[in-house]
């Protein structure tokens, strides 16, 4: 069983950053692929970023790309979003999930962190 709490979300102006964080459980932190996905009432659920597990492999959705990084730190069993140049459009409840068998499917979630972005 992995259980996933983010942190890091809030109210932010465009133009400004925000970091996320992921704090995970669980002995075997340091094999998963770990995302970050976000979704808005309505739309379906969009992958941000995703990360491999020794962090040397990274995948973003084109949408962030250049202003979004994933991180992780496996000695903390942690996985951070820097979130800079936020838009508007970025706003929206940001998930962290675990793909523990390595299969492309995410099995652990987070509860999520909203990230609203002024204008």
């Known amino acids: 069983q992995v259980q996933l709490v983010e942190s890091g979300g809030g109210l932010v102006q465009a133009g400004g950053s925000l970091r996320l964080s992921c704090a995970a459980s669980?002995?075997?932190?340091?094999?998963?692929?770990m995302g970050w996905f976000r979704q808005t009432p309505g739309k379906a659920r969009e992958a941000v970023a995703t990360?491999?597990?020794?962090?040397?492999?990274?995948v973003y959705a084109d949408s962030v790309k250049g202003r979004f990084t994933i991180s992780r730190d496996n000695t903390k069993a942690t996985v951070y979003l820097q979130m800079n140049s936020l838009k508007p459009e970025d706003t929206a409840v940001y998930y962290c999930?675990?793909?523990?068998?390595?299969?492309?499917?995410?099995?652990?979630w987070g509860q999520g962190t909203q990230v609203t972005v002024s204008s």
């Open positions: 999930a675990a793909d523990s068998r390595s299969s492309g499917h995410y099995d652990y």
């Open positions: 669980g002995r075997t932190f340091g094999s998963y692929r």
């Open positions: 990360i491999s597990w020794n962090g040397l492999s990274t």
